[in-house]
Every structure is written in structure tokens, then in C-alpha cells.
């Protein structure tokens, strides 16, 4: 089983993670659109990308600083107006709502369940998601890394989300991809489950006996951070489409 807890009766607030959970992963076609100011493999960016986020998810350094940095790693010269570039596609490329889970995400609100989010995401894509992701409206708390020079799994993001919705560890369900972010959830007493497809989540939730579970219309595609025999860096695959 994906969650350590099975009580889940009482759950006042459920709170998502944002990428590869409400929103679906990039493409290898998109990734490879920002590889290219690089003169690298799509391998090999994503690779760097992945590597680099902390301290840029975190705030700590600006987006000009981040993408030459980058650049540094890749052995690579990029100029204002690729800077610019970059950081407009990487907004775009995250910009792929999951429309099955934003209807769950409707049914838990309409239910009387709050719902908040909880991501690391840099200053680019927050100030993104609070203007013009009109769908992120009607979420009750929104945690946004950079806003608040935290990342995830310390637990004080944690905690700053339980405040700010107003529930306790108990109270609470938290949805995440990677092991690591579940895990200290956990470790603060709150239910956590691992994404990997809402396949997989209405699994999980129907074996817990939660009485809100989502509704599955087509196939969905798993989440692919964390690996396979067909795929063993964990690197998104051509094959993911999005629906807007």
C-alpha cells in the first residue's frame, strides 16, 4: 500500500503536489525545445535540469543566475533573449492541467473538503499559477516554494500549509510523486499517498475506504520520475499527451 495510515474518514483537506500530480509531465518534444539552446541531448539537459533545481525552486538565486549556471554545466553560451526564452517555455511546458483530477479536485471542494497545494515551483511559475492559472483559483491554500524560500521534504513547508489551510497532520491527506516528499509527510503524522496515475489513486483510496474517489474516463499516464526497465533514468516519455 501506498499510504502507512488507514483511517482516512475524517479527512477536513487534501493537499497536492503540482507537478506530475494536477499537472501531467512535459514532453520529451517540449524538454528537448530548451536542450537545444544548449547544443546538448535531451539525455543530458534534463539530466542537469533535474540535478539543479533546489536552489532555484528555493529562491535563492534568480532566474538569469539559474540558467547560466545551467549553461556553465553544459559547456554552453546562451544571451538575454535565450534566457528570456527558457523561462517563458519552462512556464508553458508545466502549463498541462490533468482535466480528470482537476474534476476530483471540484468534487472533494464541492464536498465541503478543502484543498490546498503544496509544490516546489520557482518565482517564474508561481507568479504564473496566481495570475493566469484561472483553475488554481478555487484551491483554498496554495504553498509555492519560491514565495516562501522553503522546499519540500523539510518539514516546515509542511507545516506552513497545515496553518495556512487550518487542519492538522490527522486531518490531512497529501498527494506527491516522489518517495522522499511522501515520506516526510509521513513523519509529521500526516496521510500521504504516492502518485503515480489516477488509475492508481482511485486504487489506493477505494482500498482505504475514502468516500471521494476520482473518476477514471480514459488512460491516464503514469508519472515517470521515477523509472523503469523500459525507461531507467525516469525521463518523460514521447508518448504522454495533454489534454487542456
Do not use: C
Not at 83 to 110: A, G
Not at 215 to 243: A, I
Amino acid at each position: 500500500m501506498s499510504t502507512e495510515r488507514k483511517d482516512l474518514a475524517n479527512i477536513k483537506a487534501v493537499i497536492f503536489d503540482y507537478g506530475l500530480v494536477l499537472v501531467r509531465s512535459p514532453t520529451r518534444e517540449e524538454f528537448q525545445r530548451m536542450a537545444q539552446m544548449f547544443s546538448v541531448s535531451f539525455k543530458v539537459f534534463y539530466q542537469l535540469w533535474e540535478s539543479s533545481r533546489n536552489v532555484y525552486d528555493r529562491g535563492d538565486i534568480s532566474a538569469d543566475q539559474y540558467w547560466l549556471a545551467l549553461a556553465a554545466q553544459a559547456n554552453a553560451l546562451i544571451d538575454p533573449e535565450q534566457i528570456k526564452s527558457l523561462r517563458k517555455t519552462e512556464v508553458e511546458i508545466w502549463s498541462h492541467p490533468d482535466p480528470e483530477m482537476l474534476n476530483w479536485v471540484s468534487e472533494l471542494q464541492r464536498s465541503g473538503i478543502k484543498t490546498g497545494i503544496l509544490s516546489n515551483m520557482p518565482l517564474d511559475l508561481a507568479a504564473h499559477v496566481r495570475t493566469d492559472g484561472h483553475w488554481m483559483k478555487s484551491f483554498d491554500f496554495k504553498t509555492l516554494s519560491a514565495e516562501v524560500r522553503m522546499i519540500k521534504p523539510d518539514p516546515a513547508i509542511y507545516e506552513h500549509t497545515l496553518r495556512g489551510l487550518g487542519v492538522s497532520a490527522l486531518e490531512t491527506l497529501f498527494l506527491d510523486d516522489r518517495e522522499p516528499n511522501v515520506r516526510a509527510a509521513r513523519a509529521l503524522g500526516i496521510h500521504a499517498i504516492q502518485f503515480s496515475s489516477i488509475e492508481r489513486l482511485k486504487t489506493d483510496l477505494e482500498g482505504f475506504g475514502f468516500p471521494m474517489l476520482p473518476t477514471v474516463t480514459q488512460s491516464s499516464s503514469p508519472v515517470s520520475n521515477t523509472g523503469s526497465e523500459e525507461n531507467p533514468e525516469g525521463l518523460p516519455g514521447q508518448e504522454v499527451k495533454f489534454q487542456l
